[in-house]
Structure formats: C-alpha cells, structure tokens
C-alpha cells in the first residue's frame, strides 16, 4: 500500500528549489508509480535552477529532475510490459510517432514530444508513452545509479551519430564538464582518438582518465587552435569537433579546429539572445560539415543503455558525490560557484531518495565543470 504523501524537490522560481511534502502519484492507464532509487544531478537541471524555467520541459511549481532510474510499485490498467518489483529506467521524453518531424526520423523534434520530470522524490510517475516507447528493465547487475546515466549519455550518443563518428577517426572535444567528459569517453571507447582542449588545471587529469590521448589547456599556449591541430595528422585539423561548452567564443575557436570537410557538432547549447559570428570562406572552401545536437531518441536511447549496461563505459567515474533528498536544495546551491583551482567539484551527485546515500569510492573523485 502506497502512502498518501512523499517528499519532493519543487521548482518555486529562479534558484528557488524546495523539498516539500506532495501526494504520491497514483498509476493511471498504462502508467507506471516507482520507488525512485537513484536520481543524478544535471547541467540542464541547473541551468533550470538558475533560470526558474525550460522552454521545453517544465515551469515553476513543478517537480523537479530528469535522470532517474527506480523499482516498479504500481502498474496501471493496460500497462502489460512490466510488473511491480521490476528495476526499470525510464526516459525524460518520448515522442508521438505520428507528426511530421517523427515520420522523417526525427524523432527528437517531435511537434508533441512528451517530458517528465520528478526525479528528486520518493516515488516518481512514469506517463503512459514513456512507459510504452522509451523505457527499459534493468539487469540485476546494474546498480540504479548506473542505469541513471542514460539520459544524458543518449544525447552524446545522438551527437555521435550525426557526425558519422568511426573509430580510427580523430575527434576534438571542446569542454571538460560532464558532457565533455561523456563525449570523451563514449568516442575512446568506441576507438576514435581523442584531443581535448580544457580551461582548468585539475580537468588534464580528468580527460586524460577519461580516454582523451592528448589535453590542451588553455591557459598553458598561446595558441590553442594551433597546439590542438598539432596533435592532429599533418595538423591538417580533426575529422570531428564537438563544443562542449555552450558559449558563442567556443562556438566559433570549433570551426578552427576541422579539417577541410570536416565535421562540427556545436553541441553546447549557449543562452537565449547569443550569436555568433563564422568566418564565411571557412565554411565554404573548407566545406565544412556542421551541425547542432538536440535531445535524444528512443534509437540513441537503447543504444546507450546498452553501453552502460556492456560494462565497457566507466560508470562510477562519474558519479563523484551522493546526497540525500533534504540535501538537494543545498547541492545545486553549490552547483551554482565554481569551486577555487586544484579542489575536485563534482561531475555527477547521486540522490538516494529511497535510502541513506552510500560513499562513492575516492579513486573515482574526478574532476568536471557542472556546465
């Protein structure tokens, strides 16, 4: 029997979080209700905080996070795919498989794509065609916290597939938060070389245990176009650049890194009302290849879960801090400053709504901007 009300994080308003008391949503048709076991910390989620809103996903007075991986309590009429007691991860979208944008394979443009957010909470709904077309049973073997990653590495995964990424190609990744880092690892894996050009002195180690074969810092050259296209063949320039950053200077510094017809993800999503200025002959006499990343899809979605499910994706390195549900306020608080040089911030904080948080192991205390 499921209690009446629960503990949850809600979004108030711009860097206006607060853990109240809710009631505890019920399973309607085709639904789904979990016992939230692990929720993660997000960049969208803080820039959500900071700005008291997304566009696309949800305004104040809402339930709050995205990343979430928990157990089956209840299971609604006609929701014939999984029973109570089933470990599941459930995605933040899913699409209607009907409009025009689905119908030409792009699913995560979808006129009416369908969010959900809550994660920060005792138990969390999971609406019907979540339930049906983006949600997927845990193995056994797969801690929650692990299975939580999903979402986000399933954007890096959508990004790696529109630049055709191989393995033998060469890639350079501008950023070294969590996403620069997902990037990092995910294209090493998978056997692309890997460049990075990174601002703060801690984020060289952290690259480099993450699979990049060559760090640029920038603070360390005078020219980081050039000490970054050194590393390259020839320093003819990369196969693939990704902007990790989501700041219109970065934008620009990724078309400089490409080869000629080379291929640049401007990953980074930079503020409302930014631009961005190209050199034009650039683009044209170097026929460059670029394109922007937005979301994910149920395709990149699988594909990612099977990544982190294969045991080849270093998951613990990313989860550096874990919290309790009361402490959420707090922790994007303090995801809110930069911590000082040489101090390890984290990459990813686990929330463990259901239970005490349990220790990450040292070893894996890495280092990662929260944007």
Same mark, same amino acid.
Request: charged share 20%; net charge negative; aromatic share 6%.
């Given at each position: =029997?499921?209690?009446?009300?629960?503990?949850?994080? %809600?979004?108030?308003?711009?860097?206006?979080?607060?853990?109240?008391?809710?009631?505890?949503?019920?399973?309607?048709?085709? *639904?789904?209700?979990?016992?939230?076991?692990?929720?993660?910390?997000?960049?969208?989620?803080?820039?959500?905080? &900071?700005? @008291?809103?997304? #566009?696309? =996903?949800?305004?104040?007075?809402?339930?709050?996070?995205?990343?979430? /991986?928990?157990?089956? %309590?209840?299971? @609604?009429?006609?929701?014939?795919?999984?029973?109570?007691?089933?470990?599941?991860?459930?995605?933040?979208?899913?699409?209607?498989?009907?409009?025009?944008?689905?119908r030409?394979?792009?699913?995560?443009?979808?006129?009416?794509?369908?969010?959900?957010?809550?994660?920060?909470? *005792?138990? $969390?709904?999971?609406?019907?065609?979540?339930?049906?077309k983006? +949600?997927?049973? $845990?193995?056994?073997?797969?801690p929650?916290?692990?299975?939580?990653?999903?979402?986000?590495?399933?954007?890096?995964?959508?990004?790696?597939?529109?630049?055709?990424? &191989?393995?033998?190609?060469? =890639?350079?990744?501008?950023?070294?938060?969590?996403i620069?880092?997902?990037?990092?690892?995910? /294209?090493? $894996?998978? @056997?692309?070389? %890997? $460049?990075?050009?990174?601002?703060?002195?801690?984020?060289?180690?952290? /690259?480099?245990?993450?699979? /990049?074969?060559?760090?640029?810092?920038?603070?360390?050259?005078?020219?980081?176009?050039?000490?970054?296209?050194?590393?390259?063949?020839?320093?003819?320039?990369?196969?693939?650049?990704?902007?990790?950053v989501?700041?219109?200077? #970065?934008?620009?510094?990724?078309?400089?890194?490409?080869?000629?017809? @080379?291929?640049?993800?401007?990953?980074?999503?930079?503020?409302?009302?930014?631009?961005?200025?190209?050199? +034009?002959?650039l683009?044209?006499?170097?026929?460059?290849?670029?394109?922007?990343?937005?979301?994910?899809?149920?395709?990149t979605?699988?594909?990612?879960?099977?990544?982190?499910?294969?045991?080849?994706?270093?998951?613990?390195?990313?989860?550096?801090?874990?919290?309790?549900?009361?402490?959420?306020?707090?922790?994007?608080?303090?995801?809110?400053? &930069?911590?000082?040089?040489?101090?390890?911030?984290?990459?990813?904080?686990?929330?463990?709504?259901?239970?005490?948080?349990?220790?990450?192991?040292?070893?894996?205390?890495?280092?990662?901007?929260?944007?």
């Open positions: =029997m499921l209690p009446t009300t629960m503990r949850a994080a %809600v979004l108030r308003g711009k860097e206006d979080l607060r853990v109240e008391d809710v009631p505890v949503p019920r399973a309607g048709a085709g *639904e789904l209700v979990l016992r939230v076991d692990a929720a993660l910390t997000c960049g969208t989620d803080l820039k959500v905080f &900071r700005r @008291g809103y997304h #566009a696309k =996903m949800l305004t104040a007075n809402r339930l709050f996070g995205h990343e979430v /991986a928990g157990t089956v %309590v209840e299971v @609604g009429e006609g929701a014939t795919r999984f029973a109570v007691g089933d470990r599941v991860l459930p995605l933040n979208s899913a699409p209607c498989d009907a409009c025009f944008f689905c030409n394979g792009q699913q995560n443009l979808c006129d009416d794509l369908l969010f959900n957010n809550g994660a920060y909470a *005792e138990f $969390i709904s999971i609406p019907a065609r979540i339930v049906e983006n +949600t997927h049973r $845990i193995p056994d073997t797969m929650f916290e692990h299975a939580a990653l999903t979402e986000p590495l399933a954007c890096v995964v959508r990004g790696l597939e529109q630049t055709e990424a &191989r393995a033998g190609q060469t =890639m350079i990744v501008l950023g070294a938060g969590p620069g880092l997902l990037f990092i690892h995910a /294209a090493a $894996i998978e @056997g692309l070389h %890997v $460049i990075a050009i990174v601002k703060r002195r801690d984020q060289v180690e952290t /690259a480099t245990r993450f699979g /990049a074969a060559h760090v640029v810092r920038l603070a360390d050259v005078d020219d980081p176009v050039q000490a970054a296209r050194s590393f390259t063949p020839e320093a003819r320039g990369a196969d693939i650049v990704i902007e990790a989501a700041t219109p200077e #970065a934008w620009e510094m990724a078309l400089h890194l490409a080869r000629k017809g @080379g291929a640049v993800n401007l990953f980074g999503g930079p503020p409302a009302g930014t631009t961005a200025a190209f050199d +034009t002959n683009i044209h006499y170097s026929d460059l290849n670029i394109k922007a990343s937005f979301h994910h899809t149920p395709a979605a699988q594909r990612a879960f099977e990544m982190l499910a294969s045991g080849r994706f270093d998951c613990e390195a990313f989860l550096t801090g874990t919290a309790s549900l009361e402490d959420v306020p707090e922790v994007f608080h303090n995801m809110l400053t &930069r911590p000082p040089e040489g101090t390890a911030p984290e990459i990813k904080t686990v929330i463990h709504p259901a239970h005490a948080p349990r220790p990450i192991a040292s070893e894996h205390s890495l280092v990662g901007e929260t944007a």
